[in-house]
């Protein structure tokens, strides 16, 4: 098993910036893909960016240019440098990975944390 552990959140205003972490752990695993996902009340989860284990990067077109996915692979940890927050970007943030679990490849989901960016 793999656990994540979202932190970084908190409430911001217009045009600011917030810096997300989520941190894996578990025994005996390896990490591919991580992925920063949001979930706004009364929509449906939808992709922010993601990362392979190889430092390749995606985002969704209504983030890039102001987010900033990357990973240091020594601590097991992913990040999401959000700057000029807009109002629009406020949700719930979840972090997850694709990982290989005693030869299972197996994908996880952390909690969440909670952006809120005011007008």
């Known amino acids: 098993q793999v656990q994540l552990v979202e932190s970084g959140g908190g409430l911001v205003q217009a045009g600011g910036s917030l810096r997300l972490s989520c941190v894996a752990s578990?025994?005996?695993?390896?990490?591919?893909?991580m992925r920063w996902f949001r979930q706004a009340p009364g929509k449906q989860r939808e992709l922010v960016a993601g990362?392979?284990?190889?430092?390749?990067?995606d985002y969704a077109e209504s983030v890039t240019g102001r987010f900033t996915i990357s990973r240091d692979n020594a601590k097991n940890t992913v990040y999401l440098q959000m700057n000029s927050l807009k109002p629009e970007d406020t949700a719930r943030y979840y972090c997850y990975c694709t990982a290989l679990v005693a030869g299972i490849q197996s994908l996880y989901w952390g909690q969440g944390t909670q952006v809120t960016v005011s007008s």
């Open positions: 990362i392979t284990s190889g430092g390749i990067t």
């Open positions: 578990g025994r005996m695993f390896t990490i591919n893909t």
